[in-house]
Each structure stands twice: as C-alpha cells, then as structure tokens.
C-alpha cells in the first residue's frame, strides 16, 4: 500500500535487459529511502509498484515482468532517467494522499501545461475507457503522486500543482508529449461500476 506521497526521486543507474519482456534496473535511492532497506520489500517507482531484489549501498535493483513494461512508462526509462519513488506505507504512518495500490492502470500524454508565477496546471489526455472514474475534485495517481483532479473535458482532465509538487517530483520537469501512469481511485471505480450494474439490472 502506498500513499501518493512522493519521498524523493532517484536515478536509473544500470539496466541489464536479456530479453524484451524482462528487464531489471537499478536505481540510486536518496539516502533517506535506505534506512532498514530489504530485499523484498516494495517501491513504487512513477506510481508502479516494485519488488527490491538486491541492494548494494544506495544502487537498489528491480525487475520488471513484461506486464509491468507493456502497462507503464517504466518500459522506456534509460540509464541517467528519474523516477519518483515512495516506500510501502506501513502501519501508523499519516496518509497524507490517499491509499494507492501501485497497480498502474494505464498511460496518458501531458497535452498542455498552464503555469503563472506559482501554479502550473497540467493537462492530460482522457482515456476513454477510464472516463467514468476522473470526476471533478476526486483523486487520481499520476507518476505516483496523490492528486485531486481539476477540470474534466470530454477529452481531456487537469491537475493543479503547487510549487512544493514541482520541487519534490518530476512534474517539476514534464513537458507536453510526456507519458504518465495512472492509477485511478479504487473506491471511486467500485462505486462507479456497482451503479452502473444496479441501473442494468433495472432496465
């Protein structure tokens, strides 16, 4: 379980790939994110959710099964690339976001950005298939951070950010034509498909 909080970002260090739909890469975790570090336990890395499988110092190593690399933007990162990165929540932690999986849901496109002295606003391409779950003022993952969604068009949906988002996440740096991972609110796609089921049943 993870919280949308993003806790640091790291650098992809090395990316062994023996064949296309596996790969493993190795991340430089600030120093922070190392305290009692074990293999096994879980990173989100932009939002996705990945298993430690060897630690040498501050270089941690992941490996990513084809589902991970056809479903994420994890799949295109290069040697030198950033992720955001969050440790499982554990319990007793704040939830200052709200309560993310790391299971990606699909990709989308930054299409534009809006930004003023202090705020930036972000806007993204509307899935079509994930339309029904982006609600106005509902929570969204994006690269692994807990957002509430702005605006909501028939094509597209926007975040506003604050300058405390940019400084500690990659939004700081994204431009148009990025990929972002998605992870939609859990309670809200529940809620949605259980109403939609009962008015079937009805007709």
Not at 55 to 63: L, P, Q
Request: hydrophobic letters at 40%.
């Amino acid at each position: 379980m993870f919280t949308g909080i993003v806790q640091g970002t790291g650098r992809i260090s090395a990316i062994h790939a023996p064949a296309s739909d596996f790969r493993t890469h190795t991340v430089e975790l600030p120093e922070h994110m190392t305290q009692q570090l074990q293999a096994g336990a879980s990173v989100a890395h932009n939002g996705c959710c990945l298993t430690i499988t060897r630690i040498e110092g501050n270089r941690v190593s992941f490996d990513l099964m084809a589902e991970t690399l056809a479903k994420t933007n994890l799949g295109a990162l290069q040697v030198g690339d950033a992720v955001n990165l969050e440790r499982a929540a554990r319990f007793g932690d704040e939830i200052g976001g709200h309560v993310m999986s790391g299971h990606i849901i699909a990709t989308t496109a930054i299409t534009r950005i809006d930004e003023n002295e202090h705020n930036r606003t972000v806007w993204f391409a509307l899935p079509p298939e994930l339309k029904p779950y982006i609600l106005t003022k509902g929570f969204i993952g994006l690269d692994g951070c807990s957002l509430t969604i702005g605006e909501v068009t028939d094509s597209e949906f926007n975040v506003h950010l604050i300058p405390e988002t940019l400084e500690r996440t990659l939004f700081g740096s994204r431009k148009t034509g990025d990929i972002i991972n998605i992870e939609i609110d859990p309670q809200t796609q529940a809620i949605v498909d259980t109403v939609a089921r009962i008015l079937a049943q009805q007709v």
